[in-house]
């Protein structure tokens, strides 16, 4: 007789609840309630559910919702904080039978976040999860994913805005107040600037929106995978107008080669970054550099690169004991880039090159297509060989003194042709050697001719793929040589005419072969018929 109350004790529990659950399965008013209840327990705000809301039964309990909106705090002068094409997620059946809801593994899709700063400075976030009844746990016991979602940045003191396209965030779980682990994959700014961009970490919520990233790893790539950054550090995010993220702590690794860089980002009418660099060493191909500055010049409007210079300001100075190991070695290099709406200058400060002390500036517009890149170059030559050899020239000549050259880079085709450096400059030497001045021997000459001189000055004119030398004039004892030479830079043939001026008269040359081997051929002295 016990066993059977038991038995029908237990019967009559299944069949109310499985007719309590029938109920609110079938009253989709019902669930919304429930629902929309649930989360503003736990975070303070109210919800919306515009759109048909479906439980699924297999596999697994779990309600799907479209067109969710999440209203801003009661007050507030500005858009919903998120609106999402739909919420799917799982749920307990005892709970719903208990008339709540006890949800887990969450996923958003299609969101639309809008963090926006009213008039009065007040922030969307602001209060979100602080007022909720005592004893709640986490609003969900599993993570939280966003798929396919645009997060847009606002102040109502200021025309632009800020985007962040996101293929996915992953959130492990949600406990306002509480740190969670974070996971970013998608983009930002439009177009793309990036390949693909990735960020993990452990996000701690502060007060009034505000929030810490720690432990942060970010993973970036773009252009097709020529450059590829790893930046970890703690970040600190303010949603205060003007919306701001500090990064502290942080270590950043470019293409293999390690910074430690501290920054700043701060939203506004044109989003600025603010950042310092640092490194004992740099290992690069100086010259290749140079050259893959040039070619911004032929890059599509849309490539990533200059998608990003286009879309911040920024202020960057990036100091380094050593630049490269061979070839152009940068002794105490430091780089100052500012851009502004478009317009970027880089400057390296005066640092020491093999044979010289150098300093240099490129300016870049990029507000039309091709953007266009001009660049000053400054030395104080102490060796002129030494100089040459780090240029991968042979050292030819010697001297010390200075050197200007005004360059322009000059787009190429991308396949074929890459873009180089063009321009025109200034160079004088003195207390210097020409071995080519030996050659210079003439047959009216009695003693051989040195190849020391005491002052050379020319006029430089840089093509793609040659160097001409023009109003060339070089002071020696007993003698001057005058005239103007030019060389390929790929096979380094020379070619030019020469006038040699000494006491025993006048005598003209032609030069042929190399920069290593030299050749003069003397040429009849032409006189003008007597009038």
Known sequence: MRNAVVVFAAATIMVLGIVGSSVIFLDEQRLKLLVAQHVENHTGRRIEIQGPLRLRLFPGLRLTAEQVIMLPPEGFDGPELF?????????????????????????LSGARINLHTDPSGRSNLEGLGRDRPPGLSDWTSGPISLEHAVVSFTDAGRAGREILEMDRIDLAGVTPGSPVEFRFRGNMEEP?????????????PGNNGNARLSNMRLLAVM???RYQAELRGNVSYSSQPPMSLDLDGGMLMLNQHRFLVEGAYLSGDRPYLSASLASDFFDVDVLALVGKLAELSQ??????????LRGFDFDVVAEVSKVAELGMVLEGARVEAAGRSGLVALELDQTSVPGAELAASIALDLRHQPAQVDSLVTADVSSAAALLRALRLPPFLDG?????????????????????????????????????????EGAQASDPVSQQFDLLRAELSLLPGSLEVGSLSVVSPGRVVSGNAGFQLEDQGLRGQLQVHSDEGLEQLELAGSLIHPQLTRLPLLVPPEQ
């Open 83 to 107: 609106r999402a094409e739909q919420v799917d997620m799982r749920v307990r059946l005892l709970a719903l039978v208990r008339g709540r809801v006890d949800a887990s593994d969450v996923r």
């Open 192 to 204: 793309a600037a990036f390949d693909s961009l990735e960020v993990d970490g452990l996000l701690v």
């Open 223 to 225: 252009d097709g995978g």
């Open 299 to 308: 890059l599509p409007a849309e490539s990533g690169v200059l998608t990003a």
């Open 400 to 440: 010390q003194g200075d050197l200007l050259l005004e360059l322009a880079a000059v787009s190429g085709d991308l396949i074929d042709q890459p873009a180089s450096w063009a321009g025109h400059g200034t160079v004088e030497l003195w207390g210097g050697e020409w071995p080519l001045l030996e050659g210079l």
